[in-house]
């Protein structure tokens, strides 16, 4: 038996390979559900503005209805890949092209261990759905997610935490490690955790969280992200085709940078 990778994860890989560094477009439906136009301006600036994919997801009321409008409203306005980042086992939608099959691995509760995961995995099998395996671990301060998920959010000074928990998933088989500070966190996932977690591991390593500026973005690609998220930028809309813009330019500039080192 070989190991089956799917068509997103190839090409995000493919992408990666090429470019040095991702970014990704984190839709959150509980904030973006209200005003469907500007969601559609919203999708259409993230693609112009170089996005590598669109993610949807959220941990604190969404309802599954609100879920498949704002899929729908990407695939219509988007050709980029549209990827389930589920907050529970809810989240599970056929309309996408693929999910992130997490782990919250700094969790107290073996419900988001394991447990939401066995829920869902019949439903993506049914369904179809490319599974795309991640370690999701939590950094503080960590915000609504690392309540809800019960976690021990990793103190901030201390990388080699962080980088024995990536390890660990990756010697689980996850194929991508998560680094989340929580959505609007005031401060995003220190350089220091980044560095060491991208040294421990050798999966790609995604880091999201209060990520708001070019420089910031640039930093964390240099520290060792290979994939930036970010998700409350969108929801300030004021300016986003620039502000947006500029980020994404910031992370691909640095990736070129690591390409060329190669
Ligand atoms: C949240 O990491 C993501 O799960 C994105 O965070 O909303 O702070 O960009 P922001």
């Not at 209200?34 to 503005?49: C, F, H, M, Q, R």
């Not at 549209?82 to 419900?111: E, H």
């Not at 040294?199 to 640039?218: M, N």
């Amino acid at each position: 038996m070989t190991l089956k990778i799917g068509k997103i994860e190839t090409l995000l890989h493919e992408k990666l390979k090429e470019s040095g560094a991702l970014h990704f477009t984190l839709v959150d439906p509980e904030d973006m559900i209200e005003d469907p136009e500007n969601l559609k301006n919203v999708i259409k600036t993230a693609e112009k503005s170089g996005t590598d994919a669109f993610m949807v997801g959220g941990s604190l009321g969404i309802a599954h209805s609100d879920s498949f409008k704002v899929m729908k409203l990407i695939k219509e306005n988007s050709s980029l890949p549209l990827i389930i980042f589920p907050g529970n086992v809810d989240g599970v939608l056929k309309s996408a092209d693929a999910i992130f099959f997490m782990s919250l691995l700094n969790s107290r509760n073996p419900y988001w261990i394991s447990g939401a995961q066995a829920l869902g995995a019949p439903l993506i099998r049914r369904m179809g759905l490319e599974a795309i395996p991640m370690a999701y671990i939590i950094i503080e301060p960590g915000g609504s997610v690392s309540f809800i998920g019960d976690a021990k959010p990793i103190p901030r000074d201390k990388p080699d935490i962080a980088a024995a928990y990536a390890l660990a998933g990756e010697f689980l088989g996850m194929r991508l490690i998560y680094l989340e500070a929580g959505s609007g966190a005031r401060a995003p996932v220190p350089d220091e955790i980044v560095g060491m977690v991208r040294k421990a591991a050798s999966v790609p390593v995604i880091v999201g969280g209060g990520i708001k500026t070019a420089e910031v973005a640039a930093q964390k690609v240099a520290a060792g992200a290979s994939v930036i998220v970010t998700g409350t930028l969108i929801e300030e809309a004021k300016d986003l085709g620039e502000k947006l813009g500029a980020l994404i330019k910031a992370v691909k500039e640095e990736g070129k940078k690591k390409v060329k080192n190669e």
